[in-house]
């Protein structure tokens, strides 16, 4: 029973910045690798970005150089600095999350998604 609640979309000017968080929560024992991904209207849902449990990050050759992937352990979250938002990067941008719980073993968990909308 483990929840990812993201927050921090919304409206934003071509150039502008936000920040989203992806906070989990459950009886969990251990989160390995987190992700964000996003999906526009008429498009394939993309991996924007990951870390891994050690930290390394990856990211899709559409947001590097602008976004940033980071994680708190102790407050089970995950955050996306985006920077330098163009309107392409319109999307529900949603948290995927690999987390090991007392209940059952290693599996993946989506949260709902929050709304990002690049215009002017």
């Known amino acids: 029973q483990v929840h990812l609640v993201e927050s921090g979309g919304g409206l934003v000017q071509p150039g502008g910045s936000l920040r989203l968080s992806c906070a989990a929560s459950?009886?969990?024992?251990?989160?390995?690798?987190m992700a964000w991904y996003r999906q526009a209207p008429g498009n394939q849902r993309e991996l924007v970005a990951t870390?891994?449990?050690?930290?390394?990050?990856n990211y899709a050759d559409s947001v590097k150089g602008r976004f940033t992937i980071s994680r708190d352990n102790a407050e089970k979250t995950v955050y996306l600095q985006m920077n330098s938002l163009k309107p392409e990067d319109t999307a529900v941008y949603l948290c995927?999350?690999?987390?090991?719980?007392?209940?059952?073993?290693?599996?993946?968990?989506w949260g709902q998604g929050t709304q990002v909308t690049v215009s002017s």
């Open positions: 995927n999350a690999i987390i090991v719980t007392y209940h059952s073993p290693l599996s993946g968990y």
């Open positions: 870390i891994s449990i050690g930290g390394t990050t």
């Open positions: 459950g009886s969990i024992l251990r989160i390995h690798t």
